[in-house]
């Protein structure tokens, strides 16, 4: 992909969240000023960004939404939650043009159409506010123009500003830039006008003219003027359906090809019908018509010049619904994989940069040691030297580490924009009033994590406003506002991050859940008795648990908040949930600040060395092996007034275990999940920071790893997974 | 300059005219009120320019150069000719 276009989807991807926010909040706060005009300037960025990477239908559509805007600017026309929808809409269409152009690398064709009728919808809705006087132009057009108005398929009025001249317009080299320019009337608005007040540096001129041009395209080439024209169409002559989809130059090429082949000379008839075929293939595929291609080709195959002319016709004849389905198949079918681009702030590459420097200083420091060795420095010296370097290189690589992790974080707001959205139109579909606050947004975390919670996050939002809020007469019937508040809320708590959906609604239904979770079968009847509350609550966290009672298009299936759980701990994290009846729900996802970096401890079982991640050791401990009691094929014991489980590393790798019947157990006790676990270990080693490698390829599906990293002496350490050893 | 009064009857517009002629033009078309503008020579005029030549309703001597002043502009100035005010000052206007 060029790069122009790398950089335009980035961009353009932002300014989408950007207008996306103001126009919600232009929704909550009409009129509020700064939004108007932050949603004007997004439009406007936008569209300039679009006439760069030259995406004319794109540009064309976003001027339609800014002229809407700037009308709200000037309070021209009122904001209603109509036209914030149909802004909405297009930005969304605009967001599936970015998605083609990711997956393609082109801009995507077909792109004409829908744009011309976006502008349609926002020219129909501009046309009750326009702020142009309507005038007897079109009859003084047409008297002045008598029996050339037939041969017109639009007529233009142009009052231009009286500035013009002075902001370096050129009103009539606009109009000569016009193709299919029939005439022109120059008016002069006050005929009764002293001469001498004639001001030549002021643009008093009215245009009127009648051009062979349909409206639309008119409109398009003289947007940058658009509050200034007034577009009317003459007998809207239809248009060729394939003029939409094959674009001019495509036609004529594929139109040169016919008259190339019908060439009279029985010389290389074959030869041009091979060449004059495989350009029309070449040209149709460009505009995304396969199936067009496909039958020049099979009519290639046929060598005859008369069915490859026949095949081209067919192909300028086309209908635009064949086109439209066929277009979007192969928009599927392209790879989804969009790039990856992060932005990173100029200061954090400088900090790195001057870190490589320092690092060079230490590099020459050691050649120079190393000189001095072989010119016979002692012993002694030589350790002294080595030990400073050591310790230098030590703090700088620290430091680098730091640094380059820091790269890879970003704020929050990144994805935490993207939610209101969404809520907004889940809230309207169940049809309950919500109130939606962000909170620390500025919260920093790893890429990966800000990228991959976003999924997650919805289904735990989705799940508050269809299950957690109470419909508005309960609400009011407890003595709530009938208007719910969510949270979504982010923050740094030690190593971790915090994010938390809090809701007032309802608070979990605690005999609903037991009801359900023994209705399914998910625990069994006894166990479920001797739950406590909590304990019956994180049932929703169960996998095929559901509690609405009837399936609704947003949750419901059974599936969601198992895949939270299931998608949080992936990503190394944690979800728990506090719920209190009629008083609200919050559900917290504790998550590593960064995924990179790892703090382990090594131990040693079977002779091998194994990591466990430092974040679920509560604490290494001594067990006497007379307080260690089978269970049946596995083992307790008795800690803290807890019984806690107890698996033997080596026995549950399928390892020999080379433990001799000391009378003492070494155990690792953990917690995942809130459940206490021991592990039985042969020796316990120190404490390290790791680079995490998770496993790919083959050993992508292990179970029970989280991944791999190298030792010192060149061993590879595997760190386990601890939850999986359990289960 | 791409403007130039050559004698108190005539104006001439060559090349391509920016929009700082139309001062000239005006200033000269204030002082001689029935002068020609001689545009044959004159290949593109900038709006304020063709706007001074509208007020004035000049007596035009063409064709000019350029196929868009000769095609649409030119018709356009005759046009509005008919349809403005008689000069306010002098006893004759147009040389008609």
């Known amino acids: 992909m060029n790069e122009f276009v790398e950089q335009f989807l980035l961009e353009a991807r932002e300014l989408i969240e950007q207008a996306t926010g103001d126009l919600l909040a232009l929704e909550q706060r009409a009129n509020d000023p700064d939004k108007i005009d932050s949603a004007f300037r997004a439009f406007h960025t936008l569209k300039g960004a679009a006439g760069i990477v030259e995406f004319e239908p794109m540009a064309r559509a976003l001027h339609a939404v800014e002229g809407v805007l700037s009308g709200f600017r000037s309070k021209a026309r009122p904001i209603s939650p109509a036209i914030i929808d149909e802004c909405l809409a297009c930005l969304d269409q605009v967001t599936r043009w970015l998605d083609d152009m990711a997956a393609t690398g082109e801009l995507p064709s077909g792109a004409d159409p829908v744009a011309d009728a976006i502008v349609q919808r926002f020219s129909t809705s501009d046309s009750d506010a326009s702020t142009l006087p309507v005038g007897d132009w079109l009859e003084r057009l047409s008297a002045g123009n008598p029996g050339r108005f037939s041969e017109a398929r639009s007529a233009l009025r142009y009052v231009p500003h009286a500035d013009a001249f002075f902001r370096g317009e050129d009103p009539l080299a606009l109009i000569e830039g016009l193709r299919g320019l029939i005439s022109i009337d120059l008016t002069l608005p006050d005929p009764a006008q002293p001469f001498d007040a004639v001001n030549p540096f002021t643009c008093a001129v009215e245009i009127i003219a009648l051009i062979n041009e349909d409206a639309e395209t008119v409109k398009r080439l003289l947007s940058e003027v658009s509050d200034q024209i007034e577009v009317h169409a003459i007998d809207a002559k239809p248009q060729a359906v394939s003029d939409l989809v094959l674009s001019p130059l495509a036609r004529s090429v594929l139109e040169a090809q016919i008259l190339l082949l019908r060439e009279p000379g029985p010389n290389g008839r074959a030869a041009r019908a091979a060449s004059a075929g495989l350009v029309s293939i070449n040209v149709l595929h460009h505009a995304g018509l396969a199936s067009a291609a496909n039958s020049i080709a099979g009519a290639l195959n046929d060598a005859d010049a008369t069915s490859v002319i026949t095949a081209i016709e067919r192909a300028l004849q ?326 806690v489980p107890l698996v033997s590393l080596a026995a549950s790798l399928g390892l020999s275990s080379y433990i001799a019947d000391v009378g003492q157990a070494r155990v690792v006790v953990t917690s995942t999940g809130g459940q206490l676990g021991a592990i039985e270990v042969e020796r316990l080693g120190g404490r390290m920071d790791v680079m995490l490698k998770p496993m790919d390829g083959l050993l992508g599906g292990m179970k029970g790893v989280a991944g791999t990293t190298l030792l010192g002496d060149g061993r590879v350490l595997i760190v386990l997974d601890v939850q999986e050893l359990f289960n | 300059m791409t403007v130039k009064l050559i004698d108190n009857d005539s104006i001439e517009l060559v090349g391509s005219c920016p929009s700082e002629d139309a001062e000239a033009l005006f200033q000269y078309l204030l002082q001689s009120r029935n002068a020609t503008v001689d545009w044959s020579g004159c290949k593109r005029a900038h709006t304020a320019v063709i706007q001074v030549l509208l007020a004035f309703r000049c007596q035009l001597k063409g064709p000019p150069a350029g196929s868009f002043l000769e095609l649409h502009i030119e018709p356009a100035l005759r046009r509005a000719g008919a349809q403005i005010r008689p000069f306010p000052a002098g006893p004759e206007v147009r040389n008609s």
């Open chain 1, 318 to 643: 086309r209908k635009t619904d064949n086109v439209s389905s066929e277009r979007s198949e192969t928009a599927r079918t392209a790879s989804p994989a969009a790039a990856r681009v992060l932005r990173v702030d100029t200061a954090r590459i400088d900090t790195l940069v001057n870190l490589t420097g320092e690092l060079t200083v230490v590099k020459n420091a050691l050649g120079h040691l190393a000189k001095q060795a072989q010119d016979g420095l002692d012993a002694k010296g030589v350790t002294a030297s080595l030990r400073n370097l050591q310790t230098q290189l030590d703090r700088l690589v620290g430091e680098i580490q730091g640094a380059i992790l820091r790269i890879r974080v970003l704020p929050m707001r990144q994805m935490f924009q993207r939610f209101p959205r969404p809520v907004r139109e889940i809230s309207a579909s169940v049809s309950k009033s919500i109130q939606f606050v962000i909170e620390g947004d500025d919260t920093e975390a790893d890429t990966a994590i800000v990228e991959s919670l976003f999924e997650p996050l919805l289904h735990v939002l989705r799940n508050a406003i269809d299950h957690g809020i109470e419909d508005s007469a309960q609400r009011m019937a407890s003595g709530k506002p009938s208007t719910a508040t969510i949270v979504l809320r982010a923050f740094r708590e030690l190593d971790n991050v915090i994010v938390e959906v809090e809701d007032d609604g309802g608070g979990v239904d605690v005999d609903r859940v037991r009801e359900v979770a023994a209705a399914r079968g998910l625990v069994a009847a006894d166990t479920l008795a001797g739950m406590t509350e909590a304990d019956v609550i994180d049932l929703i966290f169960a996998s095929g648990f559901s509690t609405a009672r009837e399936v609704t298009d947003l949750s419901g299936r059974g599936v969601g908040m198992d895949a939270v759980r299931t998608a949080v701990g992936r990503l190394g994290g944690r979800v728990s949930i506090a719920s209190r009846p009629k008083i609200g729900t919050v559900i917290r996802l504790t998550l590593p600040f960064t995924v990179m970096m790892t703090h382990v401890m090594t131990v040693e079982a079977a002779g091998q060395v194994f990591g466990l991640p430092l974040d679920v050791i509560v604490e290494t401990a001594m067990i006497p092996r007379n307080l260690i009691v089978p269970i049946g094929a596995a083992a307790a014991f008795t800690w803290r007034d807890r019984t």
